[in-house]
């Protein structure tokens, strides 16, 4: 099977404070790799996809960054933590944009 | 790029009864359109998904149909239960993106 690895489940971080989200995949090579993230009550926003180590395409301007330094792992930081960094962070993969999107359990980050 | 907007925000539902959302998409290049299912506190679920070569795929009690004409697709729930209330996001790919609805919220009411 392929299973996304995402963690921890729930974050609370101060304002000012360094972000480190990990997701690792298993069971798949040379997966697309994404980090979406999900405001209260709201849809789905990509933040960051890559399409092999080291390729890291941004989608918004914003405080974080994100890092694909092996094949299946796919990391998400920030140096300083806004307020408006909370939300529900989503890791997913797929094959290509035309394949089947899988999604991890998610982490919810509490800036406060 | 593409843009999907669906409809309703909000349905409610007496259990045993059937469901639809509909979604529309711009894209009328786009050939993927995948369904979601996202519970409280949880990741998105792929549920059921249909590529622009067929027009309606089943699945126990989901569906989804497409009419690439209109641009537009839906899902049907049938026989509804307590355990499909949930957050039901549709999405399509255009521009080798997917691009997501923002979502439904399905209540149904036992």
């Known amino acids: 099977s392929q299973t996304i690895h995402q963690w921890p489940a729930t974050l609370v971080q101060p304002v000012g404070s360094p972000l480190s989200l990990e997701c690792t995949v298993e069971?798949?090579?040379?997966?697309?790799l994404y980090w979406y993230r999900q405001a209260a009550g709201r849809g789905l926003q990509l933040l960051f996809y890559s399409v092999g180590i080291g390729q890291i395409s941004s989608e918004v301007p914003q405080n974080l960054s994100a890092s694909r330094p092996q094949d299946r792992q796919f990391i998400l930081s920030s140096k300083k933590l806004l307020l408006s960094d909370s939300g529900f962070y989503l890791c997913?993969?797929?094959?290509?944009?035309?394949?089947?999107?899988?999604f991890g359990s998610g982490t919810q980050l509490s800036v406060l | 790029g593409e843009n999907v907007e669906q409809h309703p925000s909000t349905l409610s539902v007496q259990e045993g009864d059937s469901a639809v959302i509909k979604c529309t998409y711009s894209d009328s290049a786009s050939n993927y359109f995948p369904w979601y299912k996202q519970e409280l506190g949880k990741g998105p679920q792929l549920i059921i998904d249909i590529r622009s070569n067929v027009g309606e795929k089943k699945d126990q009690r989901i569906a989804v149909t497409l009419n690439k004409t209109a641009k537009h697709f839906s899902l049907h729930i049938t026989e509804t239960q307590p355990e499909d209330s949930a957050v039901y996001f549709c999405?399509?790919?255009?521009?080798?993106?997917?691009?997501f609805g923002k979502g439904n919220q399905v209540v149904v009411i036992p």
């Open positions: 069971g798949t090579s040379n997966p697309n």
């Open positions: 997913a993969r797929s094959g290509g944009p035309n394949e089947k999107l899988f």
């Open positions: 999405a399509a790919v255009g521009n080798n993106r997917l691009a």
